[in-house]
């Protein structure tokens, strides 16, 4: 070891380091993705609030400070899959985030009738290209460069399961599920 030189990384090996970490991080989320959509899990169903859910998606990532999120002022409670729906919230919430980039607007809405909740994200970004709105569900389509384009075909693969749909819109961007509420269901506030 040389004088005043202890086992300390050099800035350019810090770089590589971190470099090295992003890629397993992104192969990792690509190999779940994969895992994910070919795996085909029973649905496990719990009665939960829908808005506990939402809030425990969001709270998985860093929402930049000129992204305004606004998200429900009471839940639904409704019998689902708690951990496939989340992973559903966490799949569009994402999508949402790279939409609007640094600045913008997300919001998020709950609209409950007698036999369904109508679950509504929106965003302000630029929109999906209409050549694109007709795939977007479809396994393996993406325009993400480090993305699997399995995300969306997951996400509508779980709302199937649970026996609701998923659709898209565009003039902003808004994706649309609609669950059946099922027997033992009430509002909660």
């Keep these: ?92 919430i994402q999508n949402a985030l790279h939409a609007v980039g640094q600045e913008g607007e997300i919001s998020v809405t709950f609209e409950k009738d007698s036999n369904n909740v109508r679950i509504s994200i929106q965003d302000s970004g630029k929109g999906i290209p209409q050549e694109n ?6 396994p393996l389509f993406t325009t993400k460069q480090t993305c699997t384009g399995l995300g969306l075909a997951s996400c509508k693969n779980i709302i199937e399961k649970h026996g609701g749909t998923i659709s898209v819109s565009n003039n902003p961007t808004t994706f649309t599920i609609t669950l059946p509420l099922g027997i033992k269901i009430s509002e909660k506030s």
Aim: hydrophobic share 40%; net charge negative; glycine share 2%.
């Design 133 to 138: 709105m007709e795939k977007v569900f479809e």
């Design 1 to 92: 070891m040389e004088h005043g030189r202890r086992d300390l990384l050099s800035e350019h090996e810090k770089r590589q380091f971190a470099m090295m970490n992003r890629a397993i991080e992104r192969m990792e989320r690509q190999i779940t993705e994969v895992l994910d959509f070919v795996r085909n899990r029973d649905i496990k169903r719990e009665e939960v609030d829908l808005l506990d859910l939402l809030n425990l998606s969001v709270s998985s990532f860093k929402i930049p400070p000129d992204v305004k999120l606004n998200l429900p002022d009471s839940g639904v409670t409704i019998s689902v899959d708690s951990i496939q729906i989340q992973a559903v919230f966490s799949n569009l």
